[in-house]
């Protein structure tokens, strides 16, 4: 988690020269990357505020808005790496707060969409900017249309669009291209391994391994 702070730290060089006041946007499934930026903030970097954005599974957002967490079951949305009920990386952030509801908000704002939503801020972005969002970076987009004047925003993205391609094309009506480094994989033969679920067997596997 520390390594993936260092992201932060160089997305912020590069907006500097700008004299505004930084705010990242980060897709939220798990939690871990917003982790690291508030890791990066208590490192000292003068981040203003973060947006924890999220699909219809808005834990989070929930809590920012009323101090309660409730875990629930997930929901399935075509921003699938945020389908999390329960976030694993939520006490992390607990713990680098000292569970203080007051100074988690003052950090961190809670913004969600759903699918319908998504699609929009899809292809809002690409209409405005041609520039392609897989869905979990475009919630990522949507949450920075209403910045401050003296605010600028960094939104991550979740992975390139290629890997959500069929969701990707629907949405813009456009063909994705995808990179050799990808579509090089779809030749190479898929291998597996059978096992039982003990440990025993998976330990006897890696160290059979040459």
């Known amino acids: 988690m520390i390594p993936q702070s260092f992201y932060y730290f160089e997305a912020y060089k590069q907006v500097k020269k700008y ?13 871990g990357n917003i982790t690291a930026g508030l890791l990066a903030k208590k490192m000292g970097l003068p981040i203003k505020r973060f947006i924890a954005a999220t699909n219809v599974n808005k834990i989070v957002p929930d809590y920012l808005a009323t101090g309660n967490y409730t875990p629930k079951p997930s929901v399935a949305t075509i921003s699938n790496a945020m389908d999390v009920g329960s976030p694993s990386n939520f006490t992390r952030i607990l713990a680098l707060y000292d569970q203080d509801y007051k100074a988690i908000k003052s950090d961190i704002e809670g913004f969600w969409l759903n699918d319908a939503d998504t699609r929009t801020a899809m292809q809002e972005a690409f209409q405005k900017y041609q520039y392609v969002c897989d869905p979990h970076g475009a919630i990522g987009y949507q949450s920075l249309t209403k910045l401050g004047d003296n605010e600028i925003g960094i939104f991550l993205e979740t992975a390139h669009p290629a890997k959500f391609l069929y969701t990707v094309e629907e949405t813009l009506g456009q063909k994705i291209d995808i990179p050799e480094a990808l579509s090089s994989l779809e030749e190479k033969e898929k291998q597996s391994t059978m096992m039982d679920t003990s440990f025993g067997s998976f330990k006897a596997f890696l160290l059979g391994r040459k």
Not at 19 to 31: A, D, I, L, Q, T
């Open 19 to 31: 004299g505004k006041e930084v705010v990242f946007s980060v897709p939220s499934g798990n939690f």
